[in-house]
């Protein structure tokens, strides 16, 4: 392990003047961002501002064209990785529209994605007893039903089935960096509550979260370090919690003139 | 005129092969005649070509052209050879009975672990038994199909398995075919009676031996299952990469029996399996499912002919296909309900996945509905894998192949679950990841 005391600390996650396209149209317009780990980012900002694109393009989605700039994650190109290897590095996107996956038990898939993974890292396949306990323990803090893990992926959940089903993923898979994609898109008040409370128990000084959203009440629940302001592809204003309330107050027409 | 020369082509060696072949095939009394008669059937139309409706995407004549030679009675190398083989496909607490090109070998089989529920006899030992004269005009009955009717002909052995009225049979009963050969032909042909409320579950594999290649299968199996009976009937085809199977079920099923019937084929160069099932009796429960995986350049026809004959019945269809590199699947399921198949619910589904942009698949669900007040329906669809749960489980962490396999292994479980024993929805599973890790 390296020692950065007295020395600027690297970012986690470093995005540098990324442009990204989708058939011909720029979409990302020379975004800037820097995460640290233990700290919580909210992205904010109006539909159609490049926030879902962004997450995509971290987590390595096909389909875009990055034409210009650099993602680093712990220092290394992510662009030059493969999806299942940036999972394996430890980036992780919560979906806002998690996939069912029929005739896939969500045991069978969480085996295989987290067997997939320590093999990627050289560990030690997670034996079957401990992994079930293991599952049992987290589903059991997500109150997610045991009957629930053995059905298929997602198959007649309900919204706020599948979001449970992503932090359960992810409080299972311990990422570096988490990106939560409109996590609160579809949760009533209760079901919130509670993926806000899984997910702020997986907050760690080792860990970064990044929190897409349009909505500040979710933000009550994730407090967040630092918001961004997203507009037409590029960061607008950086701030502290604070921004959110202004945003709430005055709206993102302010940042999409100045865009 | 160039489509009679290419029937006289392809019939000028059956001919040959069928007079050549003669001395060697099992028969007293009026066997030779049964045999004469079919193959009398088979030659009015020669091998089955693209102008029959049923054999439209399965042109034997021009896949095929020929039948070849009769294998000869395997030697005690092959025996050797099929000995392994056996052991590759042998499926778990089944009781063995082991034919290798064509011929029943006692000696690869499990007649010791026979159950006294059954018997068994070889096709051999029937037909040359003049005793058994009606019992032979039963096992060597022909339908209008070409194919079938050659095997009546041409049959050189196979089984004959009975289970007695309320009989119920604890082990699976598993027929083993392997093909030794070099460009030879085998016609076998299995007969089973299961009486009334007996139970009984059969699995009929064919596996190729070390070093065959280039032959030609051709089996039959022809089921009478009682009422209140219940069978299941699971057959897991695979053949050289340049050899032929066609293989044909004939299933008559009496009055509120419950018959399971899975089929999977998963190589040989040309495969056609057709599977006739005619529900005679009131209040029966059909499943008839079946999974073809083809890649490279093969080609595998499923074809599937559920008769509602009588009221009450219920059938079930799911059938997948996975298609690979430049395969084609085929898959014909017809629904017929007569006019006295009142309150018939009958449902067919086909779906195919394509992996390549090469591949080929002819789904032709048909229904034939003759009778009032009928529930029945049919639905199928082809298309690639889903890129959006693939990348779903690439952002998990598997690697894309793993995520390709988890899909596809989910798309063909769909119709494996139909299995209702857990043991051989195993065994079928685990000869389905055998196909997938072979393609890797």
Known sequence: MMHFRGQIRMALLEIRDLHVGVE????????????????????MGPNGSGKSTLSHVIAGKPGYEVTDGQILFKGEDLLEMEPDERAAKGVFLAFQYPVEIPGVTTMNFLRAALNARRKARNQQEFSTPAFLKRVREVAGSLNIPQDMIKRGV????????????????????????????????GL?????????????????????????????????????????????GRVMKSG????????????????EDAA | MKQVLVKADAERPMGNVFAAARGRLPGAGPVPQIRERAFENYERTGLPHRRMEDWKYTDLRALIGEVLPLAPRPDA??????????KQVAADQAVKLVLVDGIFAPEL??????????????????????ATGAMAGLVLSTTSDPAISLNAAMATDGLVITVADGNALERPIQIVHVATGLSV?????????????????????????????????????????????????????????????????????????????????????????????????????????????????????????????????TSREKFRAVVDDCGRSVFQGRIIVRPAARNTDATLTTRALLLSDQGEVD?????????????????????????????????????????????????????????????????????AEHWLQAGR
């Open chain 2, 109 to 130: 089989s499990d007649l010791s672990d026979l159950e006294n529920e059954v018997v068994v006899r070889s096709l051999r030992e029937v037909l040359e038994n003049s």
């Open chain 1, 24 to 43: 011909d149209r720029e979409i990302i317009r020379g975004l800037h961002l820097s995460v640290h780990a233990g700290e919580v980012h909210a992205i």
């Open chain 1, 188 to 232: 009533d008040i209760d079901a919130l509550r509670i993926v806000a409370s899984g997910i702020n128990a997986l907050r760690s000084p080792e860990r970064a979260m990044i929190v897409i959203t349009h909505y500040r009440r979710l933000l009550e629940h994730i407090v967040p370090d630092i918001v961004h302001v997203m507009s037409k």
């Open chain 2, 185 to 313: 032909s085998t016609f076998t042909r299995c007969y089973l009676q299961l009486g009334k409320g007996a139970h009984a579950a059969i699995v009929e594999s064919f596996v190729p031996a070390e070093r065959a290649s280039g032959y030609q299968a051709n089996d039959a199996i022809i089921a009478l299952v009682g009422d209140e009976a219940s069978l299941s009937y699971i057959r897991v085809a695979a053949a050289a990469s340049d050899a032929v199977n066609i293989s044909s079920a004939i299933i008559a099923v009496g009055a509120r029996a419950k018959l399971d019937l899975f089929s999977m084929t998963c190589s040989g160069s040309i495969s056609r399996y057709q599977e006739f099932i005619t529900l005679a009796g009131e209040g029966t429960k059909l499943s008839a499912n079946g999974v073809n995986l083809i890649r490279d350049r093969l080609h595998a026809d499923t074809t599937i002919v559920v008769d509602h004959a009588m009221p009450h019945c």
């Open chain 1, 154 to 185: 997602n198959v007649g959940f309900s919204g706020g089935e599948k979001k449970r089903n992503e932090i359960l993923q992810m409080a299972l898979f311990e990422p570096g960096l988490c990106i939560l994609d409109e996590i609160d898109s």
């Open chain 2, 77 to 86: 190398e092959a025996l050797v050879r099929a000995k392994v083989s056996v």
């Open chain 1, 240 to 255: 502290g919690k604070e921004l959110a309330l202004e945003l709430e107050a005055c709206g993102y027409a302010q940042f």
């Open chain 2, 363 to 431: 789904n032709k669900p048909e229904l034939e509905i003759l009778a009032d007040d009928v529930t029945c329906g049919h639905g199928a669809t082809s298309g690639a894998l889903d890129d959006t749960l693939v990348f779903y489980l690439r952002a998990r962490g598997l690697p894309e192949k793993d995520a390709q396999m988890l899909l596809i292994k989910a798309f063909i479980g769909e119709s494996i679950e139909e299995i209702t024993s857990e043991n051989l929805r195993d065994f079928v599973t685990a000869q």
